[in-house]
Nanobody, 124 residues
Framework: QVHLVQSGGGLAQPGGSLTLSCAFS????????MGWFRQAPGLEREYVGS????????NVEESVKGRFTISRDNAKNMVYLRMDTLKPEDTAVYYC?????????????????WGQGSQVTVSS
């Protein structure tokens, strides 16, 4: 079955950058759209962005547009979230997830498999 393993979380200063990685196994990676979500303490898990099966089309939510970039490398079964110009309000646990769709999707209910989460803390 599909399994996702994340890496790359940590502490960053405001204005800094981090890149999260997510390794996919157990299925045909190019059958899946991939998404990133985040959850801050006391809040619901929210959509950050997603990317289609090939990497040609991606979407990010408005609050991170221009700062966060999603990419994938299908030869390595990897998906990435590059976070630039980080703000304290970006502090959250970030999750990668796989959806059995070819197009990018933004509905959390369409994601079947989840990574273990990566803590991102933005603080001076």
């Amino acid at each position: 079955q599909v399994h996702l393993v994340q890496s790359g979380g940590g502490l960053a200063q405001p204005g800094g950058s981090l890149t999260l990685s997510c390794a996919f196994s157990g299925g045909a990676f190019d059958d899946y759209a991939m998404g990133w979500f985040r959850q801050a303490p006391g809040l619901e898990r929210e959509y950050v962005g997603s990317i289609n099966w090939s990497g040609k089309s991606a979407n990010v939510e408005e609050s991170v547009k221009g700062r966060f970039t999603i990419s994938r490398d299908n030869a390595k079964n990897m998906v990435y979230l590059r976070m630039d110009t980080l703000k304290p309000e970006d502090t959250a646990v970030y999750y990668c997830a796989a959806a059995n769709f070819l197009t990018w999707v933004d509905d959390i209910k369409l994601y079947d498999t989840w990574g273990q989460g990566s803590q991102v803390t933005v603080s001076s």
